[in-house]
């Protein structure tokens, strides 16, 4: 599942918001420059240079993505606070699922993938989140796994709702406001009953606090390195789709051609 | 005789391949995967998984109303795991899904789209 590259990232990700120091900052950041080039759009690259992103660029970010989107004549909403500032996000109305892509890439592309990968609980945190988790799963009646990870909770929380038995059950909906959307998504609107774990959460340290504006996830040099590789590979391998290489299979109506 | 059993026969299947709602599949590149939206409650939510070890990351979003307006979700996406299920709090209803893929050599695919 993982390749070298966003194993990488994502490694480095997980250290440098787990309270690790930075490192290598000044000797990647002319070479991230190099290899980023044209790639990284200005205002995104404005917000990650200094290989912090605080909470004030997260939101000026989702800022210049909704007036984008809104220049352009997209009904949109947003940006919209929740989880105490976990997350912010957006929703527009269109006939075009990607209406917003433009600006998305523009103006939150990298932004929103470092912020949102370093809100994801990692080791005994991680271990006591998911048993919250499961509690609350378990106290309306379901039967939860015992073991596995996150992970393994989330895809069975989600395939519960499409049972009929436990689809229409706003108990399981509050379990899924309080935790999933808290961990897994980067959209957890209409939160305001719901309690985020993070709120009991004590950070582990300083930078980690979670009071929006003052919030900081440091970035190595590397991490950012390596998005910039990635984004590479994914506009290159963009360019070969077009040539037909994406089918559908066992269900044609669902697909839509390439 | 045998000629219309033998058609009456064929336009049964058919009709029953219609009827069935097959799971949605994709394929990019080595990596397959399939999604799925569902509306249950006030939670609209889509679902992405990887069905091989061919994916690096998967995303979803999904199409719900609210307030009597018909809107697209942000996606949900991630590269720590093999799936993300897009979930929507508050929606009155949903009816489409979303889903998107990145193999493990870099191949990005279309979205598409669970009805």
């Keep these: 599942m993982k390749s070298l590259i966003v194993g990488v990232v994502l490694a480095v990700a997980v250290a440098s918001c787990g309270g690790s120091a930075t490192n290598s900052h000044s000797a990647s950041l002319s070479s991230l420059l190099d290899r980023v080039g044209d790639q990284m759009p200005a205002s995104q690259l404005s917000a990650l240079r200094d290989l912090e992103l605080t909470y004030d660029e997260y939101e000026r970010a989702f800022h210049l993505a909704v007036q984008c989107m809104s220049d352009q004549g997209l009904e949109v909403r947003g940006p919209n606070s929740e989880n105490n500032g976990r997350y912010l996000t957006y929703s527009f109305s269109s006939t075009d699922s990607e209406a917003d892509s433009q600006c998305f890439e523009e103006h939150l592309s990298y932004v929103h993938r470092v912020w949102v990968e370093s809100q994801i609980p990692t080791g005994a945190e991680a271990d006591r989140v998911r048993e919250e988790y499961a509690d609350c799963v378990h106290s309306v009646g379901l039967d939860p796994p015992t073991d596995g990870d996150l992970a393994i909770l989330e895809r069975f929380v989600g395939e519960s709702l499409r049972d009929p038995t436990w689809g229409n059950n706003a108990a399981l909906d509050a379990c899924i406001r309080q935790y999933s959307n808290a961990i897994f998504s980067n959209d957890p609107w209409h939160l305001s009953s719901g309690k985020p774990w993070s709120a009991t959460r004590k950070p582990r340290s300083a930078s980690e606090s979670r009071q929006p504006g003052k919030d900081v996830c440091p970035i190595s040099a590397n991490f950012l390195t390596d998005l910039a590789q990635l984004h590479t590979l994914t506009v290159r391998h963009e360019l070969t789709t077009q040539g037909g290489r994406f089918r559908c299979f066992d269900d044609s109506q669902s697909c839509s051609p390439p | ?115």
């Design chain 2, 1 to 115: 005789m045998f000629r219309r059993l033998a058609i009456l026969l064929t336009t049964l299947m058919l009709a029953m391949v219609m009827i069935v709602p097959a799971a949605s599949g994709w394929i990019a590149a080595e990596c397959s995967f399939n999604g799925w939206n569902s509306f249950s409650g006030n939670t609209a939510s889509a679902y992405t998984g990887a069905t091989n070890t061919g994916c690096d990351a998967v995303w979803a979003r999904v199409h719900y109303k609210e307030d009597a307006i018909w809107k697209w979700s942000t996606p949900c996406y991630t590269y720590t795991y093999d799936f993300c299920t897009k979930f929507q709090p508050g929606a009155d209803d949903a009816d489409l899904g979303k889903h998107r893929a990145l193999s493990d050599s870099g191949g990005l695919s279309p979205w598409y789209t669970s009805y």
